[in-house]
């Protein structure tokens, strides 16, 4: 049973049963059967992407033929997709 199915299971017997268990019951629910949120996200590690950055992606690797793409990504501190998006582009 996952944590969703059985959080709805509690929350229709909460309502069934006298309210002093219904309300220890829904305090359970709320405290324990969600999921807590995100405590801290890591900063964005890498260029926003742009047109401009893009064409000097491109120019770039037209200019080192025999660089891989994880090589151009780390110049201009974009990753590998990028890098492969902008020269499919």
């Keep these: 049973m996952s944590i969703i199915t059985a959080r709805n299971k ?8 006298p309210i002093e268990f219904g309300v220890e019951i829904l305090t359970i629910v709320q405290e324990e059967m969600y999921r807590a949120p995100c405590v801290r996200r890591a900063p964005a590690a890498s ?3 742009s047109e401009a950055l893009a ?3 491109k120019w770039y ?3 080192n033929p025999d660089l891989r793409y994880q090589d151009i990504g780390q110049v201009f501190n974009v990753s590998v997709g ?3 998006e902008s020269l499919a582009q």
């Design 10 to 17: 509690l929350e229709e017997l909460a309502n069934r049963v």
């Design 47 to 49: 260029a926003k992407m």
């Design 55 to 57: 064409k000097k992606i």
């Design 61 to 63: 690797a037209e200019c």
């Design 82 to 84: 990028r890098v492969s």
